[in-house]
């Protein structure tokens, strides 16, 4: 089926001498990974459309499986990201995450949505970038279908956000202090201030909530929270990219905090 559709680039693979497996997230059909008739060629029209973290229009022959690229027009290459450690290996880490966690062929229009947003806050705005990543984690943790329920015990329905601290990682549901003694040990204590913000989060554009004052405390929170959530409904993805992001965003954290001369 010949069709077209808006993507980012979060992968490539060489294949031959001058041919590549690229993967896309798109708009229109989700994750798809697709072979790229001889785009290394320094000739080739397919070259500045093929690049990983690229914006495009692209257009290819979608199949179950084979997938063929014909055409792949750079609406904007984030070229600047190479330019900032933090930035590309932030960038690396979301399009590693993206892959890792999507099946092929499954539209997730608002993930995508949120994709491309982070990607243009990164490059036109000065943000934190580890709330940016915490942020667009929540959201992806949205659109897997694991978005933890933040509105009542899910025992005794009590609504008392001074009682509601206890969230089960297994099923995603709060507990309250009192039917906590009632449930197996797969608990996390959050702050409910942090429950507040995941909340804020939800009912937010991320180029609103990127913005929003957070403690250090709670962003050393949520990142725990995020880690252990996603591994107890998926299990370790063994994403190489996160080890050496957290040791840049330690660094920038040193960096940001040392006393000026």
């Known amino acids: 089926m010949y069709v077209s559709t808006p993507a980012i680039i979060i992968k490539t693979q060489k294949y ?3 041919d590549e497996i690229i993967t896309a997230f798109t708009k229109k059909f989700g994750k798809v990974s697709m072979f790229a008739h001889s785009s290394k060629r320094i000739k080739s029209k397919l070259l500045s459309g093929t ?3 690229s914006y495009v229009d692209m257009e290819l022959d979608l199949r179950q499986t084979s997938s063929r690229l014909f055409n792949s027009k750079s609406n904007d290459s984030f070229y600047n990201f190479s330019q900032n450690l933090h930035k590309y290996y932030l960038a690396s880490y979301l399009c590693e995450i ?3 966690t999507q ?3 499954q539209t997730e229009l608002r993930l995508f949505d949120v994709f491309l947003q ?3 806050i990164m490059k036109d705005k000065e943000v934190d970038l580890r709330l940016l990543r915490l942020i667009f984690e929540l959201h992806l943790i949205d659109a897997l279908g694991i978005k933890p329920n933040l509105l009542s015990c899910s025992i005794c329905r009590q609504t008392n956000p001074d009682l509601l601290h206890n969230i089960d990682m297994t099923t995603g549901t709060l507990v309250c202090d009192e039917c906590l003694k009632l449930k197996t040990p797969n608990i996390f204590t959050l702050d409910k201030n942090l429950i507040r913000f995941i909340k804020y989060v939800y009912n937010k ?3 609103v909530s990127v913005n929003a004052k957070i403690s250090p405390i709670l962003v050393e929170m949520l990142d725990e929270f995020n880690y252990n959530y996603i591994l107890s409904f998926y299990g370790d993805l063994k994403l190489h990219s ?3 992001l957290k040791q840049e965003e330690k660094y920038d954290k040193s960096r940001t905090s040392r006393p000026s001369n």
């Open 98 to 100: 993206i892959d890792k």
């Open 51 to 53: 690049q990983v973290f």
């Open 205 to 207: 554009n991320i180029e």
């Open 118 to 120: 982070t990607f243009r």
């Open 103 to 105: 099946t092929e062929n």
């Open 242 to 244: 996160i080890e050496i």
């Open 16 to 18: 031959k001498e001058f």
